[in-house]
């Protein structure tokens, strides 16, 4: 049973960010002092990588941990409208897949990290720099 009204719950969702999320800005700014630049959004690729190094041929996906269904305790479906959620979250992360099938496939390495991946900032600096720098 959802505990919201019709309005507040679109409300909520609507309020929901794509592009510069909290996750986001953690890994754009270790990235930015560690000394990398790089592009964002790039439109013109499969799902919309959020950075982009063009000239290494690298794209970090930064994914939201409940909207792309990750194995962590965010990542749950909730347990109301499990007919709307369940499947709503298997879509997401086949198109997640494909999308990176389809950047491996043109010659693209592809990195995803998680949300809850971003709370230790120091743990995930060195897999930045490991992914960027090989």
Same mark, same amino acid.
């Given at each position: ?10 409300r909520i969702m609507q ?46 996906f930064v994914h939201g941990?409940? $909207? ?39 010659? $693209?390495q592809v990195l995803t990290? $998680? ?20």
């Amino acid at each position: 049973m959802d505990t919201r009204s019709p309005e507040q719950r679109r409300r909520i969702m609507q309020s929901v960010k794509q592009k510069d999320t909290a996750p986001e800005m953690v890994v754009r700014r270790l990235l930015h002092a560690a000394g990398y630049r790089y592009r964002l959004h790039r439109k013109d690729m499969p799902g919309r990588p959020d950075i982009v190094f063009g000239g290494r041929r690298k794209v970090i996906f930064v994914h939201g941990c409940f $909207w792309h269904a990750h194995g962590c305790s965010k990542g749950q479906a909730p347990k109301s409208k499990l007919n709307y959620w369940g499947p709503k979250l298997a879509q997401n992360a086949e198109r997640d897949a494909r999308n990176v099938r389809s950047l491996e496939e043109a010659g $693209w390495q592809v990195l995803t990290v $998680w949300e809850c991946e971003t709370k230790e900032p120091e743990r995930l600096l060195p897999v930045l720099r490991d992914f960027v720098d090989k």
